[in-house]
């Protein structure tokens, strides 16, 4: 029988990975699915961004680079955060990843030892938990109160932070609920993190994806905790890029040097050709963001609409990011057999070829999470499925 390592056997699958598979399934079998699930935008990378990258192979620039990525594009990635929050990083302090994932990871790994406290608010993208225990590190989660509309408060985290807290992992806007924080939200928490003296990493990957002209508000904004903040972003939801795999890392000079050892020895530099690509994103004319973010609020507007009208259902308004997060708990230990959200996703797609994420898979089984970065068209035919089904289970 072959040995699996300790610290790869207690990782487990991603919970949108095995639902993908599920649909691949029945695609084949020649089903009408539609997918809520993607976790990336439905628009087509920008024009100038792809012939950037057919540029930088034609002239034949396919060798390696910089472990921590170009020096050109970490002062494009310094000048844009510059010009986003009015905090300035050096190029030193700036890692280019391989991928926002990447830059989480290795965040993780620079600062927790073996038995340091993360604490996670729930509801949690999915691969932090698994991130944190490859670190070696112990998860504490945060549930939210319910006047809180799925954050956390500075309150709650000061209660929560012990000896052995090292760090907070903050996502704004959420993945999966669509929550932002406001300044006035950060700044508490801010406060609590400069007391403790606790690393916080802020993951904000969808913050140029807020609606209603809601302004958003970095936690490097804050001059008081700059040292204990891991700051993570990328290309890939802003430029639509996620499978060219960019993403940076900021932070304090010496976590930046850890990133930046620890990147020499595994993945090395990320790749040559997207590292130009991303170089064009940041630099380039940007007029394509406003068109992209009108259709995704657009988007919103008619999935929250539609979920909070079907009888029993409640969902947050999402203020940011692609994804409604609604809580179908009233459907739960009814009839058919539906006791979790796993259940509940399973029964739809099977009966109804509707595909959303269960909320276990982000720390809370009384929700799911559906995409809305899909056309209008699949979103009123998921929906008139997904409300066809709940009303089955109401009969």
Known sequence: MPHISKRLAQICESQTLALNSVMMRMKREGKDVVSLGAGEPDFDTPPHIKEAAIKAIQEGFTKYTPVDGLFELKEAISAWIKHEHGVHYSTEQIIVTCGAKHAVYQGILAVCDPEDEVLLPKPYWVSYPEQIKLAGAQIVEMTPGDASGLKITAQQLEKA???????????????????????????????????????????????????????????????????????????????????????????????????????????????????????????????????????????????????????????????????????????????????????????????????????????????????????????????????????????
């Open 161 to 395: 932070i012990t000896s052995k807290t090292r760090l907070l992992i903050l996502n704004s806007p959420s993945n999966p609920s669509g929550i932002v924080y406001s300044r006035e939200e950060l700044a508490a928490i801010a406060q609590v993190i400069k007391r403790s003296g606790i690393y916080v990493l802020a993951d904000e990957i969808y913050d140029k994806i807020t609606f209603d002209d809601l302004p958003f508000a970095s936690m490097t904004v804050f001059p008081e905790i700059r040292d204990q903040v891991i700051y993570v972003n990328g290309v890939s939801k802003t430029f639509a890029m996620t499978g060219w795999r960019i993403g940076f890392l900021a932070a304090h000079q010496e976590v930046a040097t850890a990133v930046r050892n620890y990147q020499g020895h595994s993945t090395s530099n990320p790749t040559s050709i997207s590292q130009k690509a991303a170089l064009e994103g940041y630099r380039a004319d940007k007029a394509f963001l406003a068109e992209m973010k009108n259709a995704f609020q657009q988007r919103r507007d008619y999935v929250h609409q539609r979920l909070n009208a079907m009888p029993d259902v409640h969902c947050e308004l999402p203020q940011g990011a692609f994804y409604a997060f609604p809580n179908f708990s009233a459907y739960y230990h009814k009839s058919g057999g539906i006791c979790s959200s796993m259940d509940l996703c399973s029964y739809l797609i099977e009966k109804y070829n509707v595909a959303m994420v269960p909320g276990i898979a982000f720390g809370m089984d009384d929700y799911s999470r559906l995409s809305f970065a899909t056309s209008m068209q699949n979103l009123e035919k998921a929906l008139d499925r997904i409300e066809n089904g709940l009303a089955d289970l109401r009969r």
